[in-house]
């Protein structure tokens, strides 16, 4: 059995810097403190830093008066910002920067008085975030079927802005039907707002698939990111998306001799380390196992912490 590795795959620098986040500052303030929603889509992750003492809950009325609060990495809508302070608390903003950038894209549209559509996927945190930034409503276009059917009151007076962790190539399509349907959309480069991570561990899985018969890729079933790498790599070659080793199921190795691995955005390294060994003790031939790491882009982007945390 070959062993292939995606490059790169798993945490981003908005990941790691969200990460940081809470993890200094529990150094800095202790425990508890909390975070308003999952600091990022990544149960292993999660429970590492409730362990550590971070609480995390789903509501700003859930946090006691006077509170640290932090904001996940999906960013947060207007009102939750506005009950915190309502509620006194000493907030730290973990959003991603790309996030942020797509936030600050739409507050300038709306200032502008464009119609804004949404491309993503309803219910996640940072489509709801991202719509819960500006005042007016925001038409949340999740798929191609709905890009064709949409509704807008003013189609002289549109633009749009996606959500950071699509599949570029359906985002294209998606953008496609629109600028044909709405002639004076006000365009950009479809792809503007997928950050860079997603464009990259993308394009690492569809070189990947080309060269394996099998692909897992771990990642929380929650995870946008996750989702959209395995949806990719399943257009070449069987793949499951898994969040542990433990969920490797033994009749998916049959007559498959090289296994591609890749992470999405949110998973540590060491799942990644889990599943080599689980793959290893699955094998007929644990010995006769090799791991090879798959040319690609070296990330080296950095987000600086917030002021309150930097030494």
């Not at 939750?80 to 903003?93: F, P, R, S, Y």
């Not at 059917?149 to 998606?174: G, W």
Request: net charge neutral.
């Amino acid at each position: 059995m070959e062993i292939i590795l995606a490059e790169p795959r798993g945490f981003c620098a908005g990941v790691t810097r969200a990460i940081d986040i809470v993890e200094k500052a529990l150094e800095k303030f202790g425990a508890p403190i909390y975070v308003r929603h999952e600091i990022v889509h990544n149960k292993f992750v999660v429970e590492n830093l409730r362990q550590k003492g971070a609480i995390f809950v789903e509501e700003i009325t859930d946090i006691p008066q006077n509170s640290l609060v932090i904001f996940s990495a999906h960013g947060v809508s207007k009102k939750v910002e506005e009950d915190a302070k309502n509620k006194n608390l000493k907030i730290i903003d973990a959003t991603c920067p790309l996030v942020s950038k797509v936030h600050r894209e739409a507050k300038k549209y709306e200032s502008e008085d464009y119609e804004i559509i949404l491309i993503g996927h309803k219910g996640h945190p940072e489509v709801e975030g991202t719509s819960g930034q500006v005042t007016k409503p925001v038409i949340i276009v999740s798929d191609e079927d709905k890009a064709r059917t949409v509704k807008i009151k003013n189609p002289e007076k549109i633009a749009y802005v996606t959500q950071t962790t699509l599949s570029v190539d359906d985002t294209k399509k998606i953008v496609q039907i629109i600028e044909e349907r709405f002639p004076s959309l006000k365009r950009g480069l479809a792809t503007k707002d997928i950050c860079y991570a997603t464009q990259n561990r993308q394009d690492a899985i569809r070189e990947l698939a080309k060269k394996v018969d099998l692909i897992l890729v771990i990642g929380a079933q929650n995870s946008s990111n996750s989702n959209r790498l395995r949806d990719l790599a399943s257009e070449y070659v069987e793949s499951h998306l898994i969040n542990l080793d433990n969920e490797i199921n033994k009749e998916w190795l049959k007559e498959k001799n090289k296994i591609g691995i890749s992470a999405g955005a949110s998973a540590p390294e060491i799942l990644v380390k889990n599943v080599i060994e689980r793959l290893k003790k699955m094998s007929d031939n644990p010995e006769e196992v090799k791991v090879y790491g798959m040319n690609g882009i070296k990330e080296n982007v950095y987000f600086a912490l917030p002021r309150e945390l930097r030494k």
